[in-house]
T-cell receptor
């Protein structure tokens, strides 16, 4: 099982601020995904990446992936209360089909 | 298709009882996964199916846990002789076969509380 570390564990910011959360792996990943999870619900997929160095944008969210495919970051611009949730990264090993999840970053955006 | 459905949403049971959860995946998805999530943690992989075949089981899946997907459609997860440590959210997800870009579609989960 690969180890995925996410930081920070908790983050509380004011509406309109920018933030970055990080995901670091103990090994190279085949593909990596970011999910957002709201309380009492299952995670919802935000993005998938397979290429080192790739940058993907989803409205105010920017996902960056390390060249070595061992780390990733998620940057949110002008955070809104609707961004509140648990942000999870998930990694798939080169040999498996299942994803392994990090412990998540719990984000609270205060109006 | 309305996505992945899980039933029940909540289950409270006494220690030692057996419980069974059901998951209905997206109909076109061949792969079905079970995860367990405790408070403050990310989901932990339990097992997955491709069609009706159970292809991998985690070490977390003790002999008290059993999962089936008899016709390659819906799946059930049974926990026998429940323990308080089994209290968690049990998540089901499905995905199509093929391609590294396919992510999971998760259900809303079944929240199990063992008292």
């Amino acid at each position: 099982t690969q180890l995925l570390e996410q930081s920070p564990q908790f983050l509380s910011i004011q509406e309109g601020e920018n933030l970055t959360v990080y995901c670091n792996s103990s090994s190279v990943f085949s593909s990596l995904q970011w999910y957002r999870q709201e309380p009492g619900e299952g995670p919802v997929l935000l993005v998938t990446v397979v290429t080192g160095g790739e940058v993907k944008k989803l409205k105010r969210l920017t996902f960056q992936f390390g060249d070595a495919r061992k780390d990733s970051s998620l940057h949110i611009t002008a955070a809104q209360p609707g961004d509140t949730g648990l942000y999870l990264c998930a990694q798939r090993e080169n040999t498996g089909n299942q994803f392994y999840f990090g412990t998540g970053t719990s984000l609270t955006v205060i109006p | 298709d309305t996505g992945v459905s899980q039933d029940p949403r909540h289950k409270i049971t006494k220690r030692g009882q057996n419980v069974t959860f059901r998951c209905d995946p997206i109909s076109e998805h061949n792969r079905l996964y079970w995860y367990r999530q405790t408070l403050g943690q990310g989901p932990e992989f339990l097992t997955y199916f491709q069609n009706e075949a159970q292809l991998e089981k985690s070490r977390l899946l003790s002999d008290r846990f059993s999962a089936e997907r008899p016709k390659g459609s819906f799946s059930t997860l049974e926990i026998q002789r429940t323990e308080q440590g089994d209290s968690a959210m049990y998540l089901c997800a499905s995905s199509p076969v093929g391609g590294r870009d396919y992510g999971y579609t998760f259900g809303s989960g079944t929240r199990l509380t063992v008292v």
